[in-house]
């Protein structure tokens, strides 16, 4: 089951499979793909939420579903078998993590923008321990987000990093109290919802593409994204700090 709901700009995708530990079976990789979509085409919703119900954020790939044979390897190079974890997304990502986050769970949180986490969260290459491939981005986006060195030794040992570690080399970006990573992933969605938003994203866009790009390229596309942000709002927004918006750092009135 994935439960859907909206809180104002936020959309908030809930995995609900407790016999499983919320682990993703083909028909719920169907259902976050067919999510993603409805998010992508909604001009309404500004930030997706991605969580997991109960004390657990996802275990990866259904092993069950994996031994009945119920996932079309050989469909592997053409589509993830978790669904979504393959796909750019015009809008931020958010990942609440309460407890474990392992295996392709941990790379559904990866394909996340932002991982808000609870003291709970374990993350980890669990799948090393029963010869799984990570195939839904983690050989990819681990080392770019913590480097190669500490995603290599997450990846070849498969051991459980918790929360504070996490935090510590930026696979985690805030932790909070156990059982309020939801809260906090709504709120700070919430917060990214209330900024400009064409020149958020057009940010967002360049730290997203310059990873294809050489330096050159980058700084070119940067400046490209930078002028259509100002075309599209940057003037408003200086004339509201001159009239005396947002001075000493408030965040609270953008």
Not at 9 to 35: K, Y
Not at 117 to 127: D, K, L, N, R, V
Not at 237 to 248: H, K, P, T, Y
Request: glycine residues 10%.
């Amino acid at each position: 089951m994935l439960h859907i709901e909206t809180d104002g700009p936020v959309r908030i995708l809930t995995l609900d499979r407790p016999e499983a530990r919320n682990a993703i079976d083909p028909a719920q990789a169907l259902r976050l793909n067919a999510a993603f979509d409805a998010i992508e085409a909604d001009p309404e919703v500004r930030v997706t939420v991605l969580t997991g119900a109960g004390d657990t954020f996802c275990a990866g790939a259904d092993l069950k579903a994996v031994a009945r044979g119920d996932f079309d390897w050989e469909q592997l190079l053409h589509e993830a078998p978790l669904g979504p974890t393959r796909r750019a997304f015009s809008k931020p990502v958010i990942a609440a993590v309460e407890g474990y986050c392992v295996a392709g769970g941990m790379e559904l949180a990866l394909m996340c923008d932002l991982r808000v986490c609870s003291e709970t969260a374990i993350f980890g290459t669990f799948e090393r321990r029963w010869g799984v491939p990570l195939v839904d981005g983690g050989t990819v986006r681990l080392p770019r987000l913590i480097g190669q060195s500490r995603a290599l030794d997450m990846i070849l040992t498969g051991r459980p990093v918790d929360a504070a570690e996490a935090l510590s080399f930026g696979l985690a970006n805030r932790v909070v109290a156990a059982g309020g990573a939801l809260e906090a992933a709504i709120r700070l969605g919430k917060e990214l919802a209330a900024f400009p938003q064409d020149c958020m994203l057009n940010d967002r866009a360049s730290v997203l593409e310059q990873w294809s790009l050489h330096f050159d390229a980058a700084l070119q596309n940067e400046a490209r994204h930078g002028v259509n942000s100002v075309a599209e709002g940057t003037q408003q927004g200086a004339q509201r700090f001159a009239d005396g918006a947002g001075r000493g750092g408030n965040f609270n009135k953008h």
